[in-house]
């Protein structure tokens, strides 16, 4: 019954932007972990971004610092995931995803996925 839901994807030209959402449902999430990740045609899922529900903190992927900014709505228990100066690199599937308690930027630590959203850059 937990439920994930991302929104905000679509088609931009290098240099873009977009904001992507996530609406979590189903339990209280007060105490999780809320992570992005993406994957792209034929290649394995990596880590992207994450937030600490309760405190606010926040950790990167090297390769988004200072283009990406992750962050939370406590009252519309919604995370999202600001994406600027975008490049065709950036293009693939965001996905959203929630942990109790491991390792923030490992893939099998999380319980819980959403459907994804597809991002899309052209050059």
């Known amino acids: 019954q937990v439920q994930l839901v991302e929104s905000g994807g679509g088609l931009v030209q290098a240099g873009g932007s977009l904001r992507l959402s996530c609406a979590a449902s189903?339990?209280?999430?007060?105490?999780?972990?809320m992570g992005w990740f993406r994957q792209a045609p034929g290649k394995e899922r990596s880590f992207v971004a994450a937030?600490?529900?309760?405190?606010?903190?926040?950790h990167y992927a090297n390769s988004v610092k200072g283009r990406f900014t992750i962050s939370r709505d406590n009252a519309k228990n919604t995370v999202y995931l600001q994406l600027n100066s975008l490049q065709p690199e950036d293009t693939a599937v965001y996905y959203c995803?929630?942990?109790?308690?491991?390792?923030?930027?490992?893939?099998?630590?999380?319980?819980?996925w959403g459907q994804g959203t597809q991002v899309t850059v052209s050059s």
């Open positions: 995803a929630a942990q109790y308690q491991g390792i923030i930027t490992t893939l099998p630590a999380y319980r819980y």
């Open positions: 189903g339990r209280t999430f007060s105490s999780y972990t």
């Open positions: 937030i600490l529900w309760s405190s606010g903190g926040t």
